[in-house]
Every structure is written in structure tokens, then in C-alpha cells.
């Protein structure tokens, strides 16, 4: 990952886009909306999976990003204009879109259910744990 990023820093043309890459605008909200959907997407297929959140956020993760650098690369490879204002998007939409989806998560999974007993009758409580 740190490779990539490293050749992506090595690769960016000079300042000379940079005074036509804004910082807001349709673009880079297109960044942020597409890397949040792709990483809570992922959270969501990872949470199927694995029982832990970890894992299934470092999916959330991997798909998220791998788009944005995948299309970075794309752009350094003449299919765009390759933009480091671009990746910071993807990398700010990724993390939205993994906190809402873990928070979501958080809120409807089913927890993790262990009977529970109360005094001397079958009585028993729910302890949901996360």
C-alpha cells in the first residue's frame, strides 16, 4: 500500500492541474459518495462473514480505497488527471461510509445472547454484548 502511495507521489504531475482541481465540487463530492458506498458495501459483506467487527471494517476498507487508488492509477496511466484532492475524498468518504455502517451494525445486528439466571425460578435475562 505505502508502495503505491509512494510511486502515486512520484507520478503526480506538478502544480500546474492543481489550479483546476478544486477542492469542492462535483468531482470530489462524486469521491466521497462512490468510496462510501463501495466501504459500507464491503462492511456489510464483511459483517456476513466474520463475527468481529475487524474484519469486516478492513474489508469495508480494502474496497473502498482500492477503488479510489485503482482509479488514481487509472488517471496517472493518462485516463484522467490524477489528483491527490481526489484520494483525500476517497480516503474521508471511506471513513464515513465504515463508521455508518458499523454504527448501524452496532444498532440492528443481533448481539450475542447467553441465558442468564435469576433467583431460584426458570426465569432467565438477555445479555446482548457487541
Do not use: C, N, Q
Not at 28 to 50: C, D
Not at 105 to 120: D, I
Amino acid at each position: 500500500m505505502l508502495r503505491v502511495l509512494f510511486a502515486l507521489a512520484l507520478l503526480l504531475p506538478a502544480a500546474s492541474h492543481a489550479v483546476s482541481d478544486p477542492w469542492w465540487g462535483r468531482d470530489k463530492a462524486l469521491h466521497f459518495g462512490v468510496s462510501a458506498a463501495l466501504a459500507s458495501g464491503g462492511y456489510a459483506m464483511g459483517a456476513l462473514i466474520w463475527e468481529e467487527p475487524g474484519p469486516a471494517l478492513a474489508t469495508g476498507a480494502a474496497l473502498g480505497l482500492g477503488a479510489g487508488i485503482a482509479k488514481e492509477i487509472l488517471d496517472l496511466a493518462g485516463m484522467g488527471h490524477p489528483s491527490w484532492k481526489d484520494l483525500a475524498w476517497d480516503v474521508a468518504g471511506t471513513g464515513v461510509g465504515l463508521l455508518l455502517a458499523w454504527g448501524v451494525h452496532r444498532l440492528v445486528a443481533p448481539g450475542r445472547r447467553e441465558p442468564v439466571a435469576v433467583g431460584s425460578g426458570r426465569s432467565f435475562a438477555i445479555r446482548i454484548s457487541f
